[in-house]
């Protein structure tokens, strides 16, 4: 097995922002606090639990741009993004997790 190519940014990749569950990104109440004006938009309740809003198999905040590197994927709450975004640290043995099952979908999605 090939080892695991981390992205020398962030940007080029995406793949931890993908997931098929609708309760993948946790939202606190300090996250809703912090994505203040966003938080109706981005974030919702389900049951007695916030969580970011999931559409087509990814993040609603999820989006991408052709930039100077190509497909460029990017965050629209980025700096009030919920904590567990926050702790994601690329590189890290999660980031390479996240890598290893969704690097091909995220580059397969038909984001606009
Ligand atoms: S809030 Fe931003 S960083 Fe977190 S999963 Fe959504 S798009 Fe990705």
């Given amino acids: 097995m090939n080892p695991i190519s981390i992205p020398a940014d962030c940007l080029t990749c995406g793949a931890c ?3 098929q569950l609708p309760t993948y990104v946790r939202v606190t109440g300090d996250d809703w606090s912090r994505l203040g004006d966003h938080a109706e938009t981005v974030a ?3 049951g007695s639990r916030a969580y970011m809003k999931m559409t087509e198999g990814h993040c609603g905040a999820l989006a ?3 930039g100077a590197q190509g497909r460029e994927y ?3 709450v980025y700096e009030q993004r919920p904590q567990v975004c926050r702790d994601l640290a690329r590189g890290s043995p999660q980031c ?4 290893e099952q969704k ?3 995220a580059r397969a999605a038909g984001l606009s």
């Fill in 64 to 66: 991408v741009s052709e």
């Fill in 44 to 46: 919702h309740f389900i």
């Fill in 103 to 105: 690097a091909a979908r």
């Fill in 17 to 19: 922002c993908f997931s």
């Fill in 96 to 99: 390479e997790a996240e890598l």
């Fill in 74 to 76: 990017y965050c629209l």
